[in-house]
């Protein structure tokens, strides 16, 4: 197990088929992702909403369902979407469903979100295999104790050879960079931008670190992703909108999704 939560302690009334499966890897689907979990074989499906306790997102582009599947061999937890901090929940509610998920089992979490890229030798169309993070929202799940945590490694090295090795062999570009996050939801200005290249991001979204953090914390091994779906403000002339992100993140799916399928295979 990856943790000694229970799920009596924070979701004492769970549907069955979701309290009784025992995955591999927990998988945690961004904005436009959810198609990841249709090219596999499905064993459940469970609305967040059917859970007490769980929060769920307003955010268009996800789904709000916990997906039971088998994949490349291997049991798998999706997580068809995410809240969020700017939604108005605290960082303990936003990390609340890697908790609910930690609790089944899982030695992996998978992680992958939607970003605006700040790096010009990384195209918006692509992936990147985050290797950092700058957390910016001045806020933390572990946040109410002393519960100190070294991050001085997030994203799994020997997780993230894998899926470099994998990638090379395969064809796929997957760069490695600094993931921003920031509290949103209003997208950064130029000036914003400016500073977040200086401070060494290559990428910036509204999501994933409270996760990362949280996974870290509970024992599991964290790999994460984000599809770069825009060029970030200022970078170019492009006005900025959430339905670009959502249609880039559809058709960027497809490319990582075989890389997943390999990677889980070997973790079988």
Not at 201 to 211: K, L, N, Q, R
Not at 222 to 239: E, H
Request: some cysteine.
């Amino acid at each position: 197990m990856a943790s000694a939560i229970t799920l009596s302690e924070e979701f004492p009334s769970v549907p069955a088929e979701l309290a009784a499966f025992r995955p591999k890897v927990a998988l945690v689907l961004g904005s436009g992702l959810g198609g990841f979990a249709e090219a596999c074989d499905q064993r459940f499906a469970v609305p967040y909403a059917e859970i007490p306790g769980l929060p769920e997102s307003k955010v268009p582009g996800h789904a709000g369902e916990f997906v039971g599947a088998e994949w490349g061999g291997a049991p798998v937890l999706f997580a068809k979407g995410r809240v969020h901090y700017y939604e108005g929940h605290t960082p303990g509610q936003v990390a609340a469903q890697v908790r609910l998920m930690a609790s089944l089992g899982p030695e992996v979490l998978i992680l992958t979100n939607a970003a605006g890229t700040l790096n010009p030798r990384f195209a918006p169309g692509g992936w990147m295999m985050l290797s950092d993070h700058l957390n910016l929202t001045a806020a933390s799940p572990l946040s109410g104790g002393p519960n100190f945590l070294d991050l001085s490694e997030v994203y799994d090295v020997r997780l993230r050879g894998l899926f470099r090795g994998l990638a090379a062999e395969s064809g796929l570009a997957l760069p490695e960079g600094v993931y921003a996050c920031v509290p949103g939801p209003q997208y950064e200005t130029p000036a914003e931008v400016r500073m977040l290249r200086t401070l060494g991001a290559d990428a910036v979204g509204m999501s994933t670190v409270f996760e990362a953090v949280q996974g870290r914390a509970l024992g599991m091994r964290v790999v994460a992703f984000s599809c770069l779906t825009n060029w970030a403000a200022g970078v170019t002339a492009q006005p900025l909108s959430h339905q670009e992100v959502l249609e880039t993140g559809r058709s960027a799916a497809s490319a990582l999704s075989g890389l997943l399928g390999q990677a889980l295979a070997k973790m079988a």
